[in-house]
């Protein structure tokens, strides 16, 4: 009887310490789980200042300058004259030309009652009404090569440095100064072409430039081009905006940021990627019994990255769990012991990413 109860307890000792035996032998990892974070993403990019009406005022004929009625720098309304070319022969000739107009149609006006009333023949007024009309047009090509000589602004704008003296003989294409029209600006800036579906014409768009450090410019995307650039893979974007008080000029290089609607994202730790060749993987916890679990390798597609976290597009929903660390000593089916982690994640909830 004795020797039983001896064999029974001896029995129990050895089945205790096989068990404590196969438990240490489990392979501990570190888990995480999936979550689900809302993110705001801004577009950067940087982009050029332009005028949004810029022209250089030039001559069209050649002719000697009488005057100039403009300062550099000026700010000059539309239809301002700027320099007045030679023109008294030009004058004189168009007064000439009125006159002979003028008598023209007296006379046309004169011989029409006799035609009513049948006393001069069709072909006699039709040659009155001839003189008349190739009078008409004589003034007409005489007033316009006047208006060729008188140099006017075609919109309201700041000129730059003149070029010309008074006396000085313009040639066609001689430029004179240059007109901007600077109350509104455009931006022009290119971004990458996956963001396509993200852009809107009307869409706000903060602007900075290091002229002014500290003060945002609010612009709108005014146009989109509807083509990709084949060799950078990028969509040109054209922004406006008000400049009332001139302090942006063309040139300007502008950083440009565009803010995204907010969306959620889910995130693991970028330490549970798993490389392999071209592709990515994790090592997906399966619950088993006794609070253990299977591993199972699972592909996954990545998106953008945070410190580190990364995005998981596919290939895991919201709540798996998975080996955040000690990935690269397990295998797939193999049983292990989880100890959670817990992700580390801002207090609002909301965060800015750059890209």
Request: charged letters at 25%; hydrophobic letters at 40%; aromatic letters at 6%.
């Amino acid at each position: 009887m004795r020797l039983s109860l001896t064999g029974l307890m001896l029995g129990l000792l050895l089945g205790s310490f096989g068990l404590t035996s196969q438990a240490s032998q489990t392979q501990s990892v570190v888990s995480a789980k999936v979550f689900e974070k809302q993110i705001v993403e801004t577009i950067q990019a940087l982009g050029d200042l332009n005028a949004s009406e810029s022209v250089d005022i030039s001559a069209s004929v050649t002719e000697q300058v009488e005057s100039i009625h403009f300062n550099d720098g000026d700010y000059v309304k539309k239809d301002q004259l700027l320099v007045q070319l030679r023109s008294a022969e030009e004058r004189a000739s168009l007064a000439e030309l009125k006159i002979a107009t003028n008598n023209a149609k007296q006379l046309y006006d004169r011989y029409l009652p006799l035609y009513t009333r049948g006393d001069i023949a069709q072909s006699t007024l039709d040659e009155y009404k001839r003189e008349w009309d190739l009078a008409r047009a004589k003034e007409a090509v005489l007033q316009a090569r006047l208006e060729k000589l008188t140099l006017k602004a075609p919109f309201a704008g700041r000129v730059s440095i003149r070029q010309i003296s008074e006396g000085a003989l313009l040639t066609p294409g001689t430029k004179v100064t240059e007109l901007q029209d600077l109350t509104q600006v455009k931006i022009d800036f290119s971004v990458p072409s996956r963001f396509l579906t993200e852009l809107s014409v009307g869409d706000r768009v903060v602007t900075k430039t290091d002229a002014y450090v500290g003060q945002d410019f609010i612009a709108q995307i005014e146009t989109i081009l509807p083509r990709v650039d084949v060799k950078t893979r990028s969509v040109q974007v054209r922004a406006k905006l008000t400049n009332p008080d001139g302090l942006l000029v063309p040139g300007m290089l502008m950083k440009v940021e565009l803010q995204q609607k907010p969306r959620s994202v889910l995130f693991i730790p970028e330490t549970a990627i798993v490389p392999i060749a071209e592709h990515h993987y994790v090592y997906q916890l399966m619950p088993e019994a006794n609070g253990l679990y299977k591993i199972s390798r699972k592909q996954v597609a990545l998106g953008m990255r945070q410190p580190g976290l990364v995005e998981i597009k596919t290939g895991l929903e919201l709540g798996d769990k998975v080996v955040s660390e000690g990935a690269l000593r397990v295998r797939p089916g193999q049983v292990v012991n989880a100890m959670d982690k817990l992700p580390v994640q801002s207090s609002s909830g909301l965060e800015d990413v750059a890209l």
